[in-house]
Structures are given as structure tokens and as C-alpha cells.
């Protein structure tokens, strides 16, 4: 059902069966439930209490709760249970958190840092140019492929969540630095292992993992002396939040982050706010 009717990604899908994998292990063990008919909503909120008591992030919390109550509304809907125990439950209440970002400064000091000297180094910068310049997913650079850069209409082609294809500007430092590595880095490595197409690959030949970009970034950002905990999807809301500073329209931010609901991308609109206030406190005569 989620594979094929909600169409999630992969790694969706995998964070799915590890909440779900949890959650059966507490219900057997832990409240000793028999079978599927005999859970209650009183064993559903003793299992939050205990993700609550192991001081789980809020975040991660929610998304159990997603999990579980997709789970017994699927076993109602196919007819495995005669009641939803999930059905009444209202969902734990996020804390409003403003994500981390870079300021534009602290961006270029990063990007510049990179040693595009040596091949790897012109491929690091290239990964960089994109996730800043583009504002993508980590797991949609890796998943990029060569037949979805659009380079003389400076474009790519992005498939996000749920298979969702879009279309995002590539700014021209990005392009640029992407070329070099095309043409002078890209060859080379693609030798060597089996890079199925990808766009971005690794020193053996085979394409880049999320855990390697991440690796590469905090390498560059060490580097910089940049004294933040930095990601790669802090470059997705360092890219968000420039763009709402500089004046670009939220529509047009969804339409680029891949957003389905407009209210996960007004977030930043908080944060723009919150860097007008810390503007104001820092530079008024009278703050």
C-alpha cells in the first residue's frame, strides 16, 4: 500500500517498517498483547509514554505516531481488525523549530575553502554548487542522473518525494563548476565501478551515498572554520531563506524545494523574520 497507492520513497518506506518494527516488539513484550484485535488505545498512548521516557526527538516521535496510526487504519480498511483503536488519537504536538542555517557569507567561505586543485576537490565543489545553488534533498543529488541535466536551458530535473519530478534553476556558478567536473573529473572516475548513470560518484567509480555527502561537507566546512553543525540539508534552508531575503515570492520557494503544502516552506518566513529582528537588535542606536 505505500509502495504502490502513496507511492513513498524508498527510504520512506524503510523508516515506515523500523516504527513499525518497534512498536510490535513493545506491544508483545512490554503490554503483552495477543493479537491485533486485542490492542487498545490505552497500550497506543503507554507506547508513546515510553518513546516520551527515552527522550526520542519530538520530531521523530511524530512520525512514530504517523506511522502507527497509518497502521491500524490500514488493518480497519482491509477488514484484519473489526476496530481502530488509532482512530481517536490526535497527534503529539510539534515544538515550532526554526532550522539551522548558514548566512550567505558563511556559505562562500565553505565553497571556497574546497581544494579544486586536485580531481575530488573539483567534484566536492561541484556536489556543494548544487545543493546550495538548487536547494535538493541530499538523497535527490545522489539519485541525479545525467539525463536529467538540462544545461543549455540551465535547469535540472529533480524527482523528490513520492516520485514528484520538477524542474529547479542551475545559478551559473553551479553550471559552471558542474561542467569542470564533467568534463575533467567525471571520465575518469566512471571507470572504475558501476556508476548507473548518476551524475555523482565516488573515487571508485560507483554513485555517491547521502553518508558520503555528508562526510565531504563537514570536511569542507572544518576547513572554512565555519563553527556551525552544518548538514547538507542546512544548504537547502540556507538556499530557501537567501531566496526569501533577496524578495523571491513563497510560491515560487514551494514550487523549487518541492514543497506539496505551502505551510512547510512558510516556516523560513519565520526565520526571515527572526533574522529582521536579530538585525534590529544588533545595529538599532536604541535595541
Request: charged content about 25%; some cysteine.
Amino acid at each position: 500500500m505505500l509502495r504502490v497507492e502513496k507511492n513513498l520513497a524508498a527510504n520512506s518506506i524503510q523508516a515506515y517498517r523500523r516504527d513499525l518494527n518497534r512498536y510490535v516488539t513493545f506491544l508483545t513484550e512490554e503490554e503483552a498483547v495477543k493479537n491485533l484485535e486485542g490492542v487498545r488505545q490505552k497500550h497506543i498512548r503507554g507506547y508513546f509514554r515510553m518513546l516520551k521516557d527515552a527522550h526520542l526527538a519530538a520530531a521523530s516521535i511524530s512520525r512514530a505516531f504517523s506511522s502507527v496510526r497509518s497502521y491500524h487504519a490500514f488493518l480497519s480498511d482491509e477488514g484484519h481488525v473489526r476496530h481502530n483503536p488509532a482512530h481517536m488519537l490526535e497527534a503529539p504536538k510539534l515544538p515550532q523549530k526554526l532550522p539551522n542555517i548558514l548566512t550567505a557569507q558563511e556559505v562562500d567561505k565553505i565553497l571556497t575553502a574546497v581544494d579544486i586543485r586536485t580531481s575530488l576537490g573539483k567534484r566536492d565543489h561541484a556536489v556543494l554548487e548544487m545543493l546550495y545553488s538548487s536547494g535538493l534533498r541530499v538523497s535527490e543529488l545522489c539519485d541525479l542522473k545525467l539525463q536529467d541535466l538540462l544545461l543549455d536551458s540551465e535547469m535540472i530535473r529533480v524527482i523528490g518525494k513520492g516520485g514528484k519530478e520538477r524542474l529547479v534553476p542551475l545559478g551559473p556558478q553551479a553550471k559552471d563548476s558542474l561542467d569542470t567536473y564533467l568534463k575533467y573529473v567525471r571520465p575518469g572516475l566512471s571507470r572504475k565501478g558501476k556508476a548507473a548513470g548518476k551524475v555523482f560518484i565516488s573515487r571508485n567509480g560507483n554513485p555517491l551515498t547521502r553518508a558520503m555527502v555528508n562526510i565531504l561537507l563537514k570536511k569542507w566546512t572544518l576547513a572554512a572554520e565555519v563553527n556551525k553543525k552544518v548538514s547538507p540539508h542546512t544548504l537547502r534552508h540556507s538556499f530557501a531563506t537567501h531566496l526569501l531575503e533577496g524578495g523571491a515570492d513563497l510560491r515560487s520557494v514551494q514550487e523549487m524545494l518541492g514543497h506539496a503544502d505551502i505551510s512547510t516552506t512558510q516556516i523560513y518566513t519565520h526565520l526571515d523574520r527572526e533574522h529582521l529582528k536579530e538585525v534590529h537588535r544588533t545595529f538599532h542606536p536604541r535595541a
